[in-house]
């Protein structure tokens, strides 16, 4: 799609309100500084977690019928 051939420019006020909006929605959505940051899977899954017991479930299933389909 082309862009507008005559944009019309925003008046001050508006400008100002969308450049104030856009920097306060900027510092909300960022991350602290002192934020950790792990890659998902480097820790071990904590045994009495349910959802890590059936992401568990699901990979060694999905292993599981990766090789009966291999087999037939």
């Known amino acids: 799609m082309p862009p507008p051939a005559n944009p019309i420019p925003l008046p001050p006020a508006k400008r100002q309100f969308l450049s104030s909006l856009l920097d306060v929605l900027v510092r909300q959505l960022a991350w ?3 934020a950790d940051w792990e890659a998902p899977g480097t ?3 904590d045994p009495g977690d349910d959802m ?5 479930l699901r990979i060694v299933s999905f292993s599981w019928t990766s ?4 087999d037939r």
């Not at 890590?52 to 568990?56: E, I, L, P, V």
């Not at 090789?67 to 291999?70: D, F, G, I, P």
């Open 43 to 45: 820790e071990d899954p």
């Open 67 to 70: 090789v009966s389909q291999a």
């Open 32 to 34: 602290p500084q002192d």
């Open 52 to 56: 890590a017991m059936f992401q568990n």
